[in-house]
């Protein structure tokens, strides 16, 4: 849910991607003809075709979505009352009703939604995860907006899901009817970089990283030389979780080093798709974050610990290197930073162990895996693609903020239910800021409409609390690095990309399962390394070769 801290917020693309402000929004402009499946009912009022035509008499949606842990909300107001839930009455007619919200680790909303799914207790739009969205698709239980799309999706919003191919729409498509609209994101806005304490390397005058090798010796220096000097054996090299993956801690960026990748489709030499979790290059990686644990290089309880505590150790000031996303200079990194200004975190492209260039595993195009659908015989299906729009027009076309002091410091864009983001968004806000950095022109950063801009201005003015976004945007930044990736064609992007087969609706739950239980195993030492061969054995048995069966028919139906 991080990466909607800088995907989500106010600003306004300044690329390519901005549409013709003197056209129509209006995909059609033309009132709908009977776009609802023949198993549903029509709407018993036409609603307006205009993309953001307002209701009158207003009409009420009922909702169900998560808020992740960070999100704060002024005085007076709350998740089910507040700036967007008021804009989308003012200027749609759409008064939502929350059925309920909950603010917690993600994985804890779509185990309560599993029980409201399972029961039927659904609301008119929902947040739903892929394996959810699958599950509704095959049971029935979500509207087809196949017609509501090309009817409502303003041209804009359309723009945004035709600039990846079509790829995350067709995630969502299920015998030729889209079921659910991807929150999409840039996907290299995911991609693992290395972080690593500056000020730690300087102190034990160790150079930068350039191999695996250095990594390890790095990873192995902190947390055995003292580097915070405090005369005790108290700090830690190598950041993990006990999820292993993700935007921070992940050790996507330590396997891709050793070209290993995680949950990604891999093309064989006979042009197949394979699964990368159970490739010998794997293996290899495990034995080394293994000999890195018995090196007492890794937080020896990690397997215990959950991305919040990983950050604990961040903000006290005792790990010095982690692999993670390029949002994360705004969390964790900005918390350590308000106790201890001295903190200096750099980040780096991704070593290689043979000297052969690392590429960094991006997530499929839908990087948050979350997905809108509409219940099924839902009074007002397109009311769903009327507040998408309405963000967009909002955040990319009007560029409207919430620039009052009653707003200063909070996050609102998080309020949005039904949110997204150009693919090139930060690139684009990155290669402004750059333009600014390079004139020297503050104030034309204070003033510009990409919200993250000023922000940056802020830092450069002395205020600290805005460092985070400095180190996103900045000169030496981590889109910086993102920036020299992609010139180098640094990514590797999975070569599945449709919606979850039956067996992997089935199955994918057991064999994450599977294998998160045994690397930990394997990275702790409580199992050898070679526990990995019974682990691709059992894999294959579990489900794995029927869904690499599927995902090779998908392949050659194409």
């Known amino acids: 849910m991080l990466v909607s801290v800088l995907t989500g917020c106010s600003s306004k693309n300044d690329g390519n991607a901005k549409p013709n402000e003197n056209a129509s929004p209006a995909a059609n402009s033309e009132a709908p003809t009977a776009n609802e499946p023949a198993n549903e009912p029509a709407n018993a009022s036409t609603p307006p075709a205009d993309p953001l035509g307002k209701y009158d008499p207003p009409i009420t949606v009922s909702v169900i979505r998560p808020y992740d842990e960070n999100v ?43 029980v409201a799914i399972a029961s039927n207790d659904l609301a008119d739009i929902m947040v739903v995860s892929s394996g959810q969205l699958k599950q509704l698709a095959e049971a ?13 999706a303003s041209d804009f919003t359309k723009k945004i899901f035709t600039d990846d191919g079509g790829l995350a729409l067709n995630s969502a498509t299920f015998g030729g009817k889209l079921l659910g609209l991807p929150r999409l994101g840039s ?68 396997l891709n080093g050793y070209h290993a990748y995680y949950n990604t489709w891999l093309k064989d030499a006979s042009g197949q798709l394979v699964n990368s979790n159970i490739q010998p290059e794997m293996k290899t990686a495990l034995a080394a974050l293994q000999k890195l644990y018995a090196n007492k290089a890794i937080d020896k309880e990690f397997g215990t610990k959950d991305g919040g505590k990983a950050a604990e150790a961040v903000t006290n000031g005792k790990l010095g290197m982690y ?43 839908v990087p948050s895996n979350q997905y809108y659908v509409v219940k099924k015989n839902a009074e007002h299906p397109e009311a769903a693609l009327k507040m998408m729009n309405f963000y967009y027009d909002s955040n990319y076309i009007k560029g409207e903020k919430a620039d009052t ?68 945007f900045g000169p030496d930044g981590s889109y910086k690095v993102i920036e020299q990736m992609l010139n180098q064609n640094l990514f590797m992007r999975s070569e599945y990309f449709g919606p979850p087969t039956p067996t992997m609706g089935e199955k994918s739950s057991t064999l994450d399962t599977l294998l998160k239980e045994t690397f930990t195993k394997i990275i702790m030492g409580a199992a050898s390394i070679d526990e990995f061969d019974k682990f691709v054995e059992n894999w294959k048995q579990l489900g794995g070769d029927q869904i690499t069966k599927e995902v090779n028919e998908w392949a050659a139906s194409r």
């Open 72 to 114: 704060k909300f002024v005085e007076g107001e709350s998740a089910t009352d507040n700036l967007w839930t008021r804009k989308y009455e003012e200027g749609l007619g759409i008064k939502v009703n929350y059925d309920w919200t909950l603010q917690a680790p993600i994985d804890q909303y779509y185990q309560k939604l599993n």
């Open 140 to 152: 029935g239980q979500i509207a087809d907006l196949t017609d509501v799309y090309q009817n409502y």
């Open 187 to 254: 996907d290299i806005d995911e991609v693992p970089l290395l972080w690593i304490r500056k000020d730690w390397l300087k102190k034990l005058n160790l150079p930068d990283p350039k191999t695996m090798a250095d990594v390890d010796k790095i990873a192995e220096a902190f947390a055995t030389q003292d580097p915070d000097g405090n005369g005790k054996a108290d700090t830690s090299g190598l950041g993990l979780s006990k999820d292993l993956n993700g935007g921070f801690p992940g050790f996507e960026g330590y």
């Open 323 to 365: 692999y993670g996303a390029m949002w994360t200079p705004i969390w964790p990194i900005q918390d350590g930073r308000n106790l201890d200004k001295t903190m200096e975190w750099e980040p780096f492209a991704l070593p290689s162990a043979d000297g052969q260039p690392t590429k960094g595993q991006v997530p499929f195009d």
């Open 405 to 472: 002091a009653k707003y200063d410091g909070i996050e609102t864009f998080k309020y949005v239910i039904l949110a997204g983001a150009p693919t090139t968004e930060n690139l684009d806000v990155y290669k402004k800021a750059k333009t600014l950095f390079e004139a020297n022109d503050v104030e034309s950063m204070k003033n510009a409409k990409e919200g993250q801009l000023p922000i940056v201005a802020k830092y450069l003015e002395g205020d600290e609390k805005s460092w985070g976004y400095y180190k996103v």
